[in-house]
């Protein structure tokens, strides 16, 4: 038995970032698998309807929609509890290729913004790959990030000459501004991290980036981190979910290149 898939990224909450690759291999795939999972499910299951009304001509295919298993609560035995969980996780995919896909046929799993980037479904086919219960082929093709979307909508890079580029999450920012860059771009932060930093900190937060609902703030992080906060307790009252990130950025002392 052999099954064949695509991961296609499809960037990060807008249409028109759905680059040309995408779309080639978008009307390449038979069925479409779509979790029913995470934060706003119900809108991002939406666009990637709407991305295939969009962008697939002339060509039946089928959306399977799927459930994962709940990501279990920490215990005492918390490394234990996660194997186990994506060892669940890892099995509700391969029953998916198998039962639900044939021979000849292309799959596909609709990656929010870019696979490679703070998402699992890369990881799981690669372990499914490595059981080795059937063959399994897969491409990749790549989205544009919510870290380039934010980038982008608030005209700045996200790194100082030369120097590198970090990418985190909240849980990990709440440890403290790390001490070897001078910028840093933070993503799943459910508890406002950015709070707990202190000091001289430039701020530019993105909410619903790139999506009719964007919000964009930028400022002295001291100024405006009671805003952001009232701002993201709005939107996720209002909306129900809320998808932000931002960057972080020390001063540039004077006349450093
Ligand atoms: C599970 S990660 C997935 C990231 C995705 N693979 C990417 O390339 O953007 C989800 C996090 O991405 C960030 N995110 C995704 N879409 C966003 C958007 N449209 N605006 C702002 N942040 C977004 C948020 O920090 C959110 O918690």
Not at 50 to 79: A, H, L, Q
Not at 154 to 162: D, E, F, M, S, T
């Amino acid at each position: 038995m052999k099954r064949k898939v695509i991961v296609i990224g499809i960037g990060a909450g807008n249409p028109d970032y759905v680059t040309v690759q995408a779309i080639n291999a978008l009307n390449q795939v038979s069925v479409f698998f779509i979790p029913n999972k995470g934060t706003g499910k119900a809108a991002l299951a939406r666009l990637r309807r709407e991305i295939c009304e969009r962008y697939i001509r002339g060509r039946e295919y089928r959306m399977v929609d799927f459930d994962t298993p709940d990501r279990k609560k920490p215990s005492s035995d918390y490394s234990q509890g996660i194997e186990a969980w994506r060892d669940e996780v890892e099995q509700v995919y391969e029953r998916l290729l198998i039962e639900e896909l044939g021979d000849d046929e292309e799959g596909a799993f609709l990656v929010w913004g870019d696979p490679s980037i703070y998402d699992g479904t890369l990881r799981i086919l690669d372990k499914i790959r490595s059981r080795g219960n059937f063959e399994l082929e897969y491409d990749v093709i790549p989205g544009i990030s919510s870290v380039q979307a934010l980038a982008a909508r608030h005209k700045v890079a996200l790194n100082r000459i030369g120097e590198s580029i970090m990418i985190t999450t909240g849980r990990k920012l709440a440890d403290g501004f790390p001490n070897n860059v001078d910028s840093v771009t933070v993503m799943l932060d459910a508890q406002n991290a950015f709070k707990s930093v202190d000091g001289e900190i430039d701020i530019h937060w993105g909410a619903y980036v790139g999506t009719d609902d964007e919000i964009l703030v930028t400022g002295k992080l001291r100024e405006v981190c009671d805003e952001i906060e009232r701002l993201r307790n709005a939107a996720r009252e209002k909306h129900g979910w809320i998808m932000d990130s931002y960057i972080l950025t020390k001063p540039e002392a004077f006349g450093e290149e």
